[in-house]
């Protein structure tokens, strides 16, 4: 049922695109709680999809949630290095490689 919450949320993030900007808080707060090292593969790889969607949506995310993202950079981080699912490591790590590009 959460994978089909996360995929949803993704699918209207992806269509709404700038209109997403008043719910992308709590958008972010679901990201970030979805990719905790312990929670299910597909929640992960599912929550790494929407934070995808997010990014396309919302440029300047980064910089209106940064507490938020910087928890997000550093889950990223170990994700793309230890998780045990190959799909889940590869996305988080282009993901990874995608916000931190500028650093």
């Given at each position: 049922m959460a994978c089909a919450c996360i995929q949803s949320?993704?699918?209207?993030?992806?269509?709404?695109k700038t209109a997403v900007?008043?719910?992308?808080?709590?958008?972010?707060?679901?990201?970030?709680?979805?990719?905790e090292a312990n929670a299910p593969s597909l929640i992960k790889l599912n929550s790494l999809?929407?934070?995808?969607?997010?990014?396309?949506a919302?440029?300047?995310?980064?910089?209106?949630?940064?507490s938020v993202f910087e928890i997000i950079l550093q889950r990223l981080n170990g994700l793309s290095m230890m998780d045990s699912s190959?799909?889940?490591r590869k996305l988080a790590l282009q993901l990874n490689q995608l916000l931190t590009q500028d650093k």
């Open positions: 949320l993704m699918h209207m993030t992806y269509r709404m900007h008043p719910y992308t808080e709590i958008i972010s707060r679901i990201i970030r709680d979805g990719i999809k929407l934070l995808s969607a997010v990014l396309v919302r440029e300047d995310v980064l910089t209106d949630y940064g190959d799909e889940v």
